[in-house]
């Protein structure tokens, strides 16, 4: 069973930076693609960005697009969110979550394995 534990949440003000990680529990980890997603009070989780096995494949939701980098260290079993010139409107819990296949890097129905998540505030 893959567990996932994020850390490095917190709050920050606005334009401000937080980098998070994501800690696997298996020495499997770097056969899974990864993915963070988010969720905000009253709002459905999101799409934030997602990498694949290898590196090779990196896609990022249009809110984060230059602003978050995912990247991952297969070594460690883990895999990082660094989150710059933050916004109140990132605020949310973020979650991270491995790949099991079914289609999409994007569809949150094809991710099997979640972390507990980790709440990131953004203050203006």
């Known amino acids: 069973q893959l567990q996932l534990v994020e850390s490095g949440g917190g709050l920050v003000q606005a334009g401000g930076s937080l980098r998070l990680s994501c800690a696997a529990s298996?020495?499997?980890?770097?056969?899974?693609?990864m993915g963070w997603f988010r969720q905000a009070t009253g709002k459905e989780r999101e799409f934030v960005a997602c990498?694949?096995?290898?590196?090779?494949?990196?896609y990022y939701g249009d809110s984060v697009k230059g602003r978050f980098t995912i990247s991952r260290d297969n070594v460690n079993n883990t895999v990082y969110l660094q989150m710059n010139s933050l916004k109140p409107e990132d605020t949310a819990v973020y979650s991270c979550?491995?790949?099991?296949?079914?289609?999409?890097?994007?569809?949150?129905?094809?991710?099997?394995?979640w972390g507990q998540g980790t709440q990131v505030t953004v203050s203006s």
């Open positions: 298996t020495r499997t980890f770097s056969r899974y693609a």
């Open positions: 979550a491995a790949y099991t296949g079914g289609g999409s890097l994007y569809a949150i129905r094809n991710y099997d394995y």
């Open positions: 990498m694949s096995s290898g590196s090779t494949i990196v």
